[in-house]
């Protein structure tokens, strides 16, 4: 079976290719979701948040996402001391979830696959390339944030130019482009090499 990421920057749309793949029946772990859970469930990771970044980080033993993000996203060190607690848990998450999947390919969604070492265990890589005003656009209006507060997210994250060159396939979400054919021939190309490498 093969293992394929799926990476592109805030408000690339990645989610929405994600889901051309669910319709066709592969499986998709989405990471940030995944994290979220994780962040909720696992109780030594619970503690050692608590234990970095104060009680607040819980209201009632639940996430206080918007709070935490507030603190991450404007400090570096305390972004990357975060990731470095949460990342490693989620990506053995991703690994046992693949292992256990029964079809030619399966999927890992997940915004920073090269910003980690989750790039390591994937076979290929899919990158959603879409222009930054579009990206700014479609965070704003997802997540009702500011354009600043986007900026500031799209600069914690690896130059796109930089990040499509590391990919092994693009695909161009830039509302010009339909993006179910691109879709399809990357499923046809990976049933294929998922058959060769039988």
């Known amino acids: 079976m093969l293992k394929v990421g799926l990476t592109g920057g805030i408000g690339s749309g990645k989610t929405t290719v994600a889901t051309i793949f669910e319709v066709l029946g592969i499986p998709v772990y989405y990471a940030d979701s995944a994290a979220r859970r994780i962040m909720n469930e696992n109780e030594s990771l619970k503690a050692a948040i608590v234990k970095y970044f104060g009680e607040q980080a819980y209201v009632k033993d639940e996430l206080n996402r918007s709070w935490l993000a507030s603190i991450v996203f404007n400090d570096r060190h305390k972004l990357d001391l975060l990731n470095s607690l949460v990342h490693p848990i989620t990506i053995q998450d991703a690994e046992s979830w693949m292992n256990r999947q029964k079809t030619p390919y399966v999927i890992k969604e997940a915004a920073l696959l090269f910003e980690t070492s989750a790039s390591e265990n994937?076979?290929?890589?899919?990158?959603?390339?879409?222009?930054?005003?579009?990206?700014?656009?479609?965070?704003?209006?997802r997540d009702g944030i500011s354009r600043e507060e986007v900026l500031k997210r799209i600069r914690r994250q690896i130059d796109e130019n930089i990040k499509m060159k590391l990919c092994d396939f693009v695909i161009t979400n830039d509302e010009q482009h339909l993006l179910i054919p691109q879709v399809l021939e990357l499923h046809k190309k990976f049933i294929s090499l998922?058959?060769?490498?039988k």
């Open 122 to 141: 994937l076979d290929f890589i899919i990158g959603v390339s879409t222009p930054e005003y579009l990206r700014i656009k479609r965070a704003m209006d």
């Open 194 to 197: 998922a058959n060769s490498y």
